[in-house]
């Protein structure tokens, strides 16, 4: 599965990316992410690395998912990439996120691609994901305009 998302925000890049360039902000803003936090033990090169867990609710069943994910590019104000790398020595589907801001005349515009191998949640994972963008978009540039560019 691939799913792209794309925002225009009359922030300036440096408050947009401070909500989508680390993981531990995502909770605040987009209801499928219920926890990121720094993980015990191996981190990623740079220092970041989240234990993640995703809930989605399809129909009346709610299902969640655990994923070790590592920063592995950070270009503030610009572009972070996240994948999923798990250290228990065993096979995982592949999560990959990536997110870049660019400037616009009135703004910032927000491109995030997600990519995801695995056959858990079937085709309904694409409109799941979809319908929680939707509603996080309100919710991401409220936080971004009252953040300025600090954390």
């Not at 005349?105 to 995030?112: E, Q, R, V």
Request: charged fraction near 20%; charge should be positive; aromatic fraction near 6%.
């Amino acid at each position: 599965m691939h799913l792209r998302a794309e925002l225009d925000a009359a922030v300036p890049p440096p408050a947009l990316f401070n909500w989508v360039g680390a993981l531990d902000r995502y909770p605040a803003w987009l209801d499928i992410v219920r926890s990121a936090s720094p993980p015990g033990g191996a981190q990623a090169a740079d220092g970041a690395a989240w234990n993640v867990v995703l809930i989605g609710r399809l129909g009346p069943l709610r299902r969640s998912k655990r994923l070790r994910m590592v920063r592995l590019e950070h270009q503030p104000p610009h572009r972070a990439r996240f994948a999923r790398r798990e250290v228990d020595g065993r096979e995982h589907a592949r999560w990959e996120l990536a997110v870049e801001v660019s400037p616009t005349a009135t703004g910032s515009h927000l491109a995030m691609d997600l990519s995801y191998s695995g056959a858990l949640w079937g085709p309904a994972l694409h409109r799941l994901i979809s319908a929680e963008i939707d509603a996080a978009e309100p919710r991401l540039v409220a936080l971004a305009h009252g953040s300025g560019s600090g954390p």
